[in-house]
């Protein structure tokens, strides 16, 4: 260390003495006593002069790194001088401050002669690498140094680490906060140096910094607060909004729930009207566009919730494009069938309680009718149709009143092809012209579903041009519901026609020829007349033309009588079909403004049955009594009188069949009787009570032969409600019903006494048959006849007081209503006909008791009456064994007829003069 010290003294002085040479304006080369030697930095003496050691020199090399070396090494012992000492150190940096670069410079420049020491990086990368060097490490051993000091005054100041570090800290944060007054400071300069305050100025102003800050903090505090304040006070309100909230949603939902329970008693109401009113409602189903005719322009433009549909022609001009047609509803195109039944269910139930029932589908073809009355899919179950929806109500609901009641459901499915009734269920009978269709008794939905594959199979489907699986008849679904109360016996029938109707088309569009333009014809015709009925019911017309087509024939009952009927309509939204569409909605709405009536449940309580029965075993015995009185006061007439009068169709032998038509007559009460009216009590149509005159209980007394009447009351027990599939085949509604009375100023009409062996077809119409009269008759013990109507008329307030529920007034007459049932069809060019005219023709129409059914079918039911002529009586032979059908027609004199039978019934002692079948039937003139 000691050698070390002299050399770091030795260079000091060296480099003072050489400094001390600069000053003073030394030239050339500084010889220092030792070993080095420096060359002065000036250009001029550059190239001669040299640092050199004297004894060390060999070559420039050599001088240089010996240069070298000395330089370092006086360098380094200058800075491990500085280490040791702080003076020592301080002289160092100094020298290397002031000195270090120069001398490097004046070394450099002497050994290349260049006066500007050329700092390129990669002497200054070799200086700075050897400063950083020593700078580490003297920092390293400043470290150190730095550590032994502290310790020794820790040791000399007795203070413990922690208190020191917590000094330390202080200072630091003191130290820390004027450096970010100073970068602050900086920042608010705009980093502009140059603006920097002195820290005296920067202090006061972070301090007014603060101070702004401060406040703006409190501010903000207060801010805060009444924030804070604000959101309580909103929460609290909002709070009482909610709960004003709730109650207003609480009271809502219980105006809901009570506008619902509104809209129910409402829509019960509605229907109650309907079914008081008896019109007929008409549903309208609007069907979606098919697959690819998704983006076909519609002509349905708005469908409102009040049964509106607005449809726009775009073949008008704009101001008469567009028109309303209103029904009891409408349904849109994404309506599901579900909804489409909703509607319907309250007329099930009713079918359950006695009610006729008929919903029946109508509109083009292709427009859905099928789809909606059987549905596209039997096997899936949400789109079933109406038929299968009714026919599992009506078993659910029969099922849930067991207990009650007993029911016996039978369905019967015929359709109606090319003006033929072919029975749906019985394919054997070659499906044409089946009178009596098949009834068949069903205990569950599943024997319905079976039964109606088999129908969808028999059905005349064919591929048109509008419908590749177009329905080519009308087919109609009839269910008949037999039922029995258990605790009291009151028997309730209901029938429920469910009828899915060809679509009427257009040929042109349909592009039918052959076999299916004639289907279209027949099916075009039926539907037409189907218009005319509606539009006759409409106009309230005292003819209704049913007759014209099987198919107003099978829906009499429903468009007539007083059943609960409803259509659904349907409309394709194609713009080629708005002519079809505007026609089906007029025609639909024109359907919708007819009324039926009020309709009648078919209730029979025993109480009923009983009086009936005892009503007529009462007729029975009037009639016995009327004939005994008849008889004697013909025994006063005169032969001659009785001659004077011309011979007469009514004045029958009274000897038999055998006798000629100058036989001797009997003075007859022409009491026709049609007992069956009866029987058929569900549905008795309004044109027959419409053009008959009404009836008292007393204007009917009946005359009746016990065998009939026994006759009649089993065909009554065996008949069906209102059976339209029999209606058809036994040509019900052809017949009106009357009862004739003699005027009572005139004479007693003779008697003409019938067969006996008179038989009653249900179908045809009942015989005036007439017991004959004879002496034994006087020993009868039948109670006088002003006693049996007293009795009959007690019977009758019985009946009316028991019948508690009156439904119309026509249902209390209806036991008791024995009209007169005439033909209104006439003689017919049918073959059966033929025969009869063949032979002499009756004037009455004569049907065998044992006429086949389909022989009854196949008379025509249409047709022009025409009046009985004289010479049709000249064979009473013709009428043995026959039962009597009297032609009434338009014909005024048949009306009259009607008249003088009704005015001679009134009265059961005949006075005055005899009225002769000439004046009857108007052959006098
Ligand atoms: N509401 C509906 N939703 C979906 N498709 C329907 C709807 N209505 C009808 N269709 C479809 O339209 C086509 C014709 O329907 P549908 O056979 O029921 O008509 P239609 O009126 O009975 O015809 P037609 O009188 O010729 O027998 C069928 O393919 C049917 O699936």
Redesign the pocket.
């Known amino acids: 260390m000691g050698g070390s010290s002299s050399k770091v003294v030795d260079c000091i002085l060296c480099l003072k003495g050489y400094y001390e040479w600069k000053q003073a304006g030394g030239i050339g080369v500084w010889r220092y006593g030792g070993t080095v030697k420096i060359t002065s930095f000036h250009k001029e003496e550059s190239s001669s002069s040299s640092i050199c050691s004297e004894n060390t020199c060999e070559s420039p090399d050599d001088y240089e790194s010996l240069q070298y070396e000395q330089l370092s090494e006086f360098l380094y012992l200058s800075i491990t001088v500085a280490n040791e000492e702080s003076k020592a150190a301080k002289a160092l940096s100094l020298l290397f401050d002031r000195f270090g670069l120069h001398i490097l410079q004046a070394y450099l420049t002497e050994r290349n002669g260049i006066a500007d020491f050329p700092l390129n990086a990669m002497v200054i990368d070799t200086v700075i690498r050897k400063v950083v060097k020593d700078f580490s490490s003297l920092l390293v051993s400043q470290g150190i140094q730095l550590g032994l000091i502290l310790k020794k005054i820790l040791k000399n100041m007795s203070l413990s680490k922690e208190d020191f570090l917590e000094a330390i800290s202080q200072y630091l944060s003191q130290q820390t906060a004027s450096a970010c007054g100073d970068s602050l400071e900086f920042c608010f300069c705009g980093g502009k140096r140059e603006i920097i305050q002195p820290i005296g100025s920067l202090t006061t102003k972070y301090t007014g910094l603060m101070d702004s800050q401060q406040k703006q903090i409190a501010e903000l505090k207060s801010f805060f607060q009444a924030t804070k304040i604000q959101v309580k006070k909103a929460q609290s309100d909002w709070e009482k909004e909610v709960r004003k909230l709730e109650n207003h949603i609480k009271g809502l939902e219980v105006a809901s729930s009570s506008y619902h329970k509104v809209l129910e008693e409402n829509r019960l109401l509605y229907n109650q009207v309907q079914d008081l009113k008896g019109t007929i409602r008409v549903y309208c189903?609007v069907?979606?566009f098919?697959s690819g005719q998704c983006d076909q322009k519609s002509t349905v433009d708005y469908i409102g919730e009040n049964g509106d549909i607005m449809i726009v022609n775009p073949y008008k001009r704009v101001r008469e494009a567009r028109r309303i047609y209103s029904f009891n509803k409408v349904f849109g195109?994404n309506?599901t069938?579900r909804e489409i039944y909703a509607d319907t269910q309250s007329l099930i139930r009713s079918v359950l309680d006695g009610y006729n029932v008929c919903i029946f589908?109508y509109?083009?073809?292709?427009?859905?009718?099928?789809?909606?009355?059987?549905g596209?899919d039997l096997t899936a179950e949400e789109t079933w149709g109406v038929n299968y929806r009714a026919l599992r109500d009506l078993f659910q609901i029969s099922k849930s009143r067991e207990d009650i009641i007993e029911y016996e459901i039978v369905v019967q499915m015929i359709e109606i092809y090319n003006e033929q009734v072919r029975d749906l269920n019985n394919s054997q009978l070659n499906g044409l012209n089946v009178p009596d269709a098949s009834s068949v008794p069903v205990n569950c939905t599943q024997d319905v579903l079976d039964l109606m594959r088999i129908g969808q199979k028999s059905r005349a489907?064919g591929a048109?041009a509008?419908?590749?699986?177009?329905?080519?008849s009308h087919s109609i679904l009839t269910v008949h519901v037999r039922g029995k109360q258990l605790q009291c016996g009151t028997i309730l029938r209901g029938c429920l026609h469910l009828v899915?109707?060809?679509?009427?088309?257009r040929v042109d569009k349909s592009e039918a020829v052959g076999e299916r333009l004639r289907e279209a014809q027949h099916i075009n015709k039926s539907l037409s007349a189907l218009g005319d009925v509606i539009s006759a019911l409409a106009q309230k017309s005292a003819h209704i033309p049913y007759r014209n087509s099987k198919l107003t024939q099978v829906l009499q009952d429903s468009l007539g009588g007083q059943a609960k009927t409803l259509m659904f309509v349907?409309i394709n939204p194609e713009v080629d079909a708005i002519g079809e569409t505007i026609s089906t909605l007029k025609f639909s709405e024109r359907v919708g403004s007819v009324d039926l009536g009020v309709a009648k449940s078919n209730k029979e309580t025993t109480e009923i049955r009983d009086l009936k029965e005892e009503i007529s075993n009462l007729k029975l015995s009037l009639e016995k009594k009327e004939a005994e009185l008849e008889h004697l006061k013909n025994s006063n007439i005169t032969l001659e009188s009785q001659k004077a009068r011309a011979v007469s169709p009514l004045r029958m032998p009274r000897l038999g069949f055998g006798a000629t038509a100058s036989t001797k007559l009997e003075v007859v009460q022409p009491h026709i009787v049609d007992r069956s009216s009866e029987a058929r009590s569900c549905s008795s149509s309004k044109q027959r009570s419409g053009n008959l005159p009404a009836l008292t209980d007393k204007e009917t007394m009946l005359k009746m032969p016990p065998i009939v009447d026994k006759r009649l009351q089993s065909s009554r027990t065996l008949r069906s409600p209102s059976p339209p599939v029999r209606s058809l085949s036994t040509d019900r509604g052809a017949f009106t019903r009357s009862r004739l009375k003699p005027d009572m100023t005139e004479e007693p009409i003779r008697k003409i006494q019938f067969p006996a062996r008179a038989s009653v077809n249900r179908s045809a119409v009942i015989v005036p048959i007439i017991p004959s009269v004879d002496n034994n008759s006087k020993g009868n013990s039948c109670p006088p006849a002003p006693v049996l109507q007293d009795k009959i008329s007690d019977v009758v307030s019985n009946i009316q007081r028991a019948n508690s529920k009156k439904v119309h007034p026509d249902q209390e007459d209806e036991p008791l209503k024995q009209v007169l049932s005439v033909r209104q069809g006439a003689l017919r060019k049918s073959k059966h006909e033929s025969k009869v005219k063949s032979k002499n023709r009756l004037p009455f129409r004569v049907q065998k008791s044992d006429v086949t059914s389909t022989e009854l079918s196949d008379m025509d039911v249409g047709g022009k009456a025409e009046a009985p002529r004289k010479s049709d009586f000249s064979d009473p032979a013709n009428m043995q064994g026959f039962v009597v059908d009297l032609p009434i027609h338009s014909n005024s004199k048949l009306k009259n007829l009607q008249q003088n039978f009704s005015r001679s019934s009134q009265n059961l002692e005949p006075r005055g003069q005899m009225q002769t079948a000439e004046s009857l039937f108007g052959w006098e003139a």
């Open positions: 189903r069907r979606p098919l195109t309506v069938q589908a509109g083009q073809t292709g427009s859905g009718k099928t789809y909606t009355m059987s596209p489907v048109t509008l419908n590749e699986r177009s329905s080519r899915d109707l060809a679509g009427s088309e349907h």
